[in-house]
């Protein structure tokens, strides 16, 4: 059974003197004063279906200000969990029982349990909340853009190859342990991984010899895995245990077809593949490929986001593929007014952006000043401004800059660590709302 509210505080329970206690202790306040958000968490951490018998695990409030606490350390789930059992200021703000020391599987099982949508909820209901306090001007906003990306090494073709065999390969063996039939196969893990190696350090004419031999290793696989879901499919296809061997085996199946294709056109038809056809992680394949210049390429996802003059961030969307910053203008207007139920009455943001279709539009919605920090053959009175007035907007533009880099330096938002789409989802909304209740904390006077 899981309890929403910790247990009473104890008597030993306190904050070091020190600036970062001093700051946790106002961010309790912070959430003390909105605890209403626990009811949120509770969809996604209490299980109704479970009896109210037996010991408590750890509370929603506690899980919670786990996942505050792990993005604003910027630290792994086991250094965490060493935090939790060595510090009393640490203990004392997530709240946790004295007899409760929370172990790194445990932290993870119950942290990732919260879904992205859940934590996006809870951004919006408090920027409400702060905007209703006057601690959010809603009336101005800045827009940018930036990349988050994937805890993935850059792809090789060798390597995508190498994984795929392997997963494909354990994936055969492990098939007698998990649905009781046994296969017959060559298991091509070691020559696979050996022609890989050979290939990342080989020079261009000797890949051409490599990359043949990796091919084969990879059309067995194929092959193999074509007779097992054969054998599987006349066995028993509807035992639960071979449905999911097989729902498995066909999803790397196809990823590693794709993976021989893009290898193909790239190595021997000299064709350029299409970001968007490309596959970069076996594991990830979500991911997408964003080129901002002919040497700087990132592996993630893009995010266009808005703040106010504190800071804050009011708005974020995580985006498929790379879109252009001229499309990304509208939609946040669209989602500010229906957030805070008003348009901005000023808005700059980075010249990607700059449009006469975006200013035009934003003025015509009641944006008084649309504002962009390059003009892209804009007048002044097409965005609302004055020189003078154009060149101080400017100034406030580059002050999203600064959030983006507390973002990535202090939050952890450079590289999203948590596997698969929803988790990359949960680790940077995890630390959006970690920073924003940050920057809330240190304007509290209490």
Not at 61 to 86: A, N
Not at 344 to 366: C, F, L, M, Q, W
């Amino acid at each position: 059974m899981r309890e929403t509210h910790s247990v009473q505080t104890s008597i030993f329970d306190s904050y070091s003197k020190h600036e970062h206690g001093v700051l946790l202790n106002k961010l309790s306040n912070v959430l003390d004063n909105h605890d209403q958000l626990l009811v949120l968490l509770s969809v996604d951490l209490i299980d109704s279906r479970r009896r109210k018998t037996g010991s408590c695990g750890l509370s929603v409030e506690t899980i919670f200000r786990c996942v505050l606490l792990k993005q604003i350390l910027s630290v792994s789930y086991e250094k965490l969990s060493f935090h939790l059992s060595d510090s009393v200021t640490y203990r004392t703000f997530t709240r946790l029982a004295p007899h409760q020391y929370p172990s790194r599987a445990g932290l993870q099982s119950v942290i990732r349990q919260i879904k992205p949508e859940t934590l996006e909820q809870i951004n919006e209901w408090l920027c409400v909340q702060w905007q209703q306090e006057g601690i959010i001007d809603s009336t101005q906003l800045r827009i940018d853009s930036t990349v988050v990306e994937a805890n993935i090494a850059p792809p090789q073709d060798s390597q995508l190859l190498d994984d795929a065999i392997r997963v494909l390969s354990r994936h055969l063996a492990t098939c007698h342990k998990k649905t009781g039939v046994k296969l017959r196969f060559t298991d091509q893990r070691r020559k696979s991984r050996r022609l890989a190696f050979a290939v990342f350090y080989a020079k261009n004419a000797q890949k051409e010899v490599l990359y043949p031999q990796l091919l084969t290793c990879a059309y067995r696989v194929l092959k193999q895995i074509d007779s097992a879901l054969v054998k599987l499919e006349l066995y028993d296809k509807e035992h639960v245990a071979t449905e999911q061997w097989i729902s498995k085996a066909h999803h790397f199946y196809l990823i590693l077809c794709q993976v021989i294709k893009q290898t193909q056109q790239r190595v021997y038809e000299q064709v350029a593949v299409a970001s968007s056809d490309k596959v970069v992680s076996i594991f990830e394949p979500h991911v997408d490929i964003i080129k901002k210049s002919a040497r700087d390429t990132q592996y993630g996802h893009k995010i266009n986001l808005a703040t106010d003059t504190h800071g804050i961030v009011t708005y974020l969307s995580i985006l498929k593929g790379n879109p252009a910053d001229k499309v990304l203008y509208l939609p946040v207007l669209e989602e500010h007014k229906r957030v805070f139920s008003e348009l901005p009455h000023t808005t700059v943001a980075d010249g990607g952006y700059a449009s006469i279709e975006n200013a035009s539009t934003a003025r015509g919605k009641g944006v008084s000043r649309a504002a962009f920090h390059k003009r892209a053959g804009l007048g002044y009175h097409a965005m609302g401004v004055k020189r003078k007035t154009l060149a101080a907007l400017r100034a406030f533009r580059a002050g999203i800059e600064g959030n983006i880099s507390e973002l990535k330096r202090a939050f952890g938002l450079s590289k999203a660590t948590w596997k698969k789409h929803d988790g990359f989802k949960a680790f940077v909304w995890s630390s959006v709302l970690s920073y924003n209740l940050v920057r809330v904390a240190r304007l509290s006077t209490a």
